[in-house]
């Protein structure tokens, strides 16, 4: 007399019922699997060259200062992404940077207002819907106690989320820096990006990640 339990089509239906038991498992398992986690970009200080006058050109573009246009520098466009911990990005969020001339100088009392008048040496804009931002300026230099750095400062109306420094990856001199020195390893490299060769200029791109 066969064997019924092991006749083909019992077999067939003990694959199906196993592959359906099975199946949602794995589903399940490969959904349970966490995204990767994203880490808040470190803030740092402002420093003490914050405009205490802002120009009155504060658009996107530094290399041009109302109507002069400053030819100092390596020219450089610095973009990324406003997003939040979830990826989401912080629609009307407010972006500034401020930096120094190719000279070293701010256009600031504190340091003698002879920063070149036709670098404008402080931009402002506002992200677009998907996040994004970007600036014309100039690759930054070093001076006296400080590697090459830009600040920046994100804001959300009257809340300010971030204030941080943005560093070049590679320069020789962030390794002598007190500030870059001081965060950790996964910290630097969250603020430490390469200015690469573009078509018009350097191009970096530095994504930010704020609690909002």
Same mark, same amino acid.
């Given at each position: 007399?066969p064997? /019924?339990?092991s =006749?083909p @089509?019992?077999? /067939? #239906?003990r694959?199906?019922?196993?592959?359906?038991v099975?199946?949602?498992?794995? +589903?399940?398992? *490969?959904r349970?699997?966490?995204a990767?986690?994203?880490r #808040?970009?470190p803030a740092q200080?402002?420093?003490?060259f914050?405009?205490? @006058?802002?120009?009155?050109?504060?658009d996107g573009?530094?290399? &041009?200062n109302?109507? #002069?246009?400053?030819?100092g520098?390596q020219p450089?466009?610095?973009e990324?992404? /406003? =997003?939040?911990?979830d990826? &989401?990005p912080? *629609?009307?969020?407010?972006v500034e !940077? +401020?930096?120094? $001339?190719?000279?070293g100088?701010?256009h600031?009392s504190g340091?003698g207002?002879?920063a $070149?008048p036709?670098?404008?040496?402080?931009g402002? /804009?506002?992200? &677009?819907?998907?996040?994004a931002?970007?600036?014309?300026? !100039? &690759?930054p230099v070093?001076y006296?106690?400080r590697t090459?750095h830009i600040?920046?400062?994100v804001?959300l109306?009257?809340r %300010?989320?971030l204030t941080?420094?943005?560093y070049? %990856?590679? $320069?020789?001199?962030n390794?002598?820096?007190?500030? +870059?020195? @001081?965060?950790s390893a %996964?910290? @630097? *490299?969250?603020?430490?990006?390469p200015?690469?060769?573009g =078509?018009d200029?350097l191009?970096a791109r530095?994504p930010i990640?704020?609690a909002?």
């Amino acid at each position: 007399m066969p064997d /019924v339990a092991s =006749s083909p @089509r019992r077999l /067939v #239906l003990r694959a199906a019922a196993a592959t359906a038991v099975a199946a949602p498992a794995l +589903w399940l398992g *490969a959904r349970a699997q966490p995204a990767a986690a994203r880490r #808040l970009t470190p803030a740092q200080t402002e420093g003490p060259f914050y405009p205490d @006058r802002l120009p009155a050109d504060q658009d996107g573009d530094l290399l &041009r200062n109302g109507t #002069l246009r400053y030819g100092g520098g390596q020219p450089a466009w610095v973009e990324g992404r /406003v =997003s939040d911990l979830d990826g &989401r990005p912080v *629609a009307g969020a407010q972006v500034e !940077i +401020w930096q120094c $001339d190719e000279g070293g100088r701010y256009h600031h009392s504190g340091d003698g207002n002879r920063a $070149d008048p036709a670098f404008q040496g402080f931009g402002r /804009v506002t992200v &677009r819907a998907d996040g994004a931002w970007r600036f014309r300026t !100039i &690759r930054p230099v070093p001076y006296t106690g400080r590697t090459p750095h830009i600040h920046f400062k994100v804001k959300l109306g009257a809340r %300010e989320l971030l204030t941080t420094q943005l560093y070049v %990856e590679g $320069d020789a001199g962030n390794a002598r820096d007190g500030l +870059w020195h @001081r965060l950790s390893a %996964e910290d @630097r *490299a969250a603020v430490t990006v390469p200015f690469v060769p573009g =078509s018009d200029g350097l191009q970096a791109r530095f994504p930010i990640v704020v609690a909002a």
